[in-house]
């Protein structure tokens, strides 16, 4: 497992500012990043996992990131990609104790890999997919929360061209 090397797992449904903004802080301070995508059959995705992949490698296409797909436990996945450390967004102490019990759930299962938590910079601390969801499913502007590619294809999801 390597310390330098880090995995950034979500559903990513759909990719914001927000999750570029913790993924360029994660690229600054890991040698390696791979976003991980996961195919969470618990959660109903707006996107299928193809066009959040899509989105994510038009977002960072410029960046020397890595982007796969994963599906099952994501400490198995960050072991089978040699990934000795996990990073996750925290916006809101709300965020919080979700994401403190998934860490110390992923330490005991396995305690070779560590989670990171990064905060994004304060004008994208409240941004959540959900929310850019909602904003478009009703025609709102979306662009102060989401790359251009991700607002193109909200509209057209939504048909609210």
Do not use: C, W
Request: hydrophobic share 40%; glycine share 4%; aromatic share 10%.
């Amino acid at each position: 497992m390597s310390k330098k090397k880090a995995v950034y797992p979500g559903t990513f449904d759909p990719f914001t500012y927000g999750h570029l903004d913790v993924l360029d802080r994660a690229a600054r301070i890991f040698q390696s990043v791979t976003i991980s995508v996961a195919e969470n059959s618990a959660k109903k995705t707006l996107f299928s996992l193809d066009e959040r992949i899509e989105m994510i490698r038009k977002s960072v296409k410029s960046r020397s990131i890595r982007i796969q797909r994963f599906d099952g436990l994501l400490v198995d996945h960050a072991a089978r990609i040699k990934a000795g450390i996990i990073i996750r967004g925290l916006r809101a102490i709300s965020d919080f104790e979700y994401e403190f019990q998934m860490a110390l759930t992923n330490r005991k299962i396995a305690p070779e890999i560590e989670t990171v938590f990064l905060m994004p910079n304060e004008r994208y601390s409240y941004i959540s997919s959900t929310f850019v969801k909602e904003i478009a499913r009703y025609g709102g502007d979306v662009s102060a929360f989401v790359p251009p590619v991700v607002r193109r294809m909200l509209k057209k999801k939504f048909n609210t061209d």
